[in-house]
């Protein structure tokens, strides 16, 4: 069993940036392919970002394409989100998640409808305008 912890999450402007880590305890986190959600006020929660077990293949919503970089560093157990040019409408908790058995693509398609193997807490971002 694995469980995810996330840092990093406050309060930034409009153009600001943010880093939000996500640590994972537990074995063979290598194993496990991770990604990124968020879920705004009275909004579904969308599918953010996605990496690879090794970090070799990343994807990204359109919405946040060139804005955030996905990142993992395997050693120490630990997946990030770099988050630049923050807009108000980043403003979400923003929930990591891994799974054993989902390529990063696949995450990217399936959206947070997938049953996956282990969520975060949650992290609140909010971006004053």
């Known amino acids: 069993q694995a469980q995810l912890v996330e840092s990093g999450g406050g309060l930034a402007q409009t153009g600001g940036s943010l880093r939000l880590s996500c640590a994972v305890s537990g074995p063979s986190f290598s194993a496990y392919v991770t990604g990124w959600f968020r879920q705004a006020p009275g909004k579904e929660r969308d599918f953010v970002a996605a990496?690879?077990?090794?970090?070799?293949?990343?994807y990204y919503a359109d919405f946040v394409k060139g804005r955030f970089t996905i990142s993992r560093d395997n050693a120490k157990n630990t997946v990030y989100l770099q988050m630049n040019n923050l807009k108000p409408e980043d403003t979400a908790v923003y929930y990591c998640?891994?799974?054993?058995?989902?390529?990063?693509?696949?995450?990217?398609?399936?959206?947070?409808?997938?049953?996956?193997?282990?969520w975060g807490q949650g992290s609140q971002v909010t971006v004053s305008s």
């Open positions: 998640a891994a799974d054993h058995a989902i390529t990063a693509q696949a995450m990217s398609v399936m959206g947070p409808e997938y049953e996956y193997d282990y």
């Open positions: 990496i690879s077990e090794t970090g070799g293949s990343t």
